[in-house]
């Protein structure tokens, strides 16, 4: 059931203009939301909107890597999803082992370069194993780049960016003159893609939810009533179609302003 859900064909594909491939955002963050909702649609488990969730991911991280996005960041588990059911939570650390252990060497052998952001400690062994084995693996391509936010949450990012610059100001490595955006910058987990230029956002759900809240200050945001397992090239298109449309002036005038 699951298979034939998900290969349903997107309803607006033919719809869609013409990207100009010369102004395609360098990164796109996505909030996959509404695995739950859509499984509750269909009468299933929230688990197996989760596991929807996941199919649909491995097609937009291709997708993406085809229209040249340069990296891609997804909210994978947020510091505040441990509130959910015991059970849920379970599940979802298994899709992650899940995702990474059968998908690994596909995306290795397709360019893609592996990273997470948030605090792995909090991670089981295994799951902290299995990640940096998939950072080692694909270290080096460079086709795309997978930021995968897992035990993330953007106040804990800046937090504990912000012990590590207090470190180096206290161990007097760090004037405190010298301490900047982009020294704060380089001191969150994202590091080399710490401007996000697009975040999309499925489900009807407007906020960020904690997601990125140094890197969006200048993104483009779009949204989608469609729940992720719904997500599709074409919907990825479309919402670089309207990122295209925008007036991006990083608070200053546009000219004739």
């Known amino acids: 059931m699951l298979k034939t859900l998900l290969g349903k ?89 899940e995702y990474l252990m059968g998908n690994v060497k596909e995306m290795h052998a397709e360019g893609v370069r592996i990273r997470f952001i948030g605090y792995m400690p909090a991670l089981s062994e295994e799951l902290q194993m299995i990640i940096h084995e998939a950072e080692e693996l694909t270290k080096d391509n460079t086709e795309i780049t997978l930021q995968l936010a897992i035990n993330y949450g953007g106040r804990d990012e800046i937090t504990r960016a912000t012990k590590e610059i207090i470190k180096e100001v206290q161990a007097g490595q760090l004037p405190l003159e010298a301490v900047t955006e982009d020294v704060i910058t380089s001191h969150l987990d994202t590091k080399e893609f710490g401007e996000v230029d697009l975040l999309i956002r499925p489900s009807s759900d407007y906020r960020i939810s904690n997601f990125l809240l140094w890197q969006l200050a200048y993104a483009e945001f779009w949204f989608t009533d469609k729940h992720w397992p719904e997500f599709t090239k074409d919907t990825l298109v479309e919402a670089i179609s309207a990122y295209q449309k925008r007036e991006r002036r990083f608070g200053g005038l546009k000219d004739e302003e």
């Not at 990207?19 to 488990?45: E, L, Q, S």
């Not at 989760?50 to 588990?77: D, S």
């Open 9 to 97: 064909p997107s309803n607006n594909s033919a719809t869609h203009p013409d990207i100009d491939m010369n102004n395609i955002p360098a990164h796109v963050a996505i909030i996959m939301d509404g695995n739950g909702r859509w499984a509750k649609r269909f009468g299933m488990p929230r688990t197996m909107g989760h596991r929807a969730g996941a199919e649909v991911l491995k097609k937009i991280v291709r997708a993406a890597k085809e229209l040249n996005v340069k990296a891609l960041t997804v909210y994978g588990f947020s510091t505040e999803n441990w509130k959910r059911p015991a059970a849920e939570v379970t599940v979802l650390m298994n899709l992650i082992k």
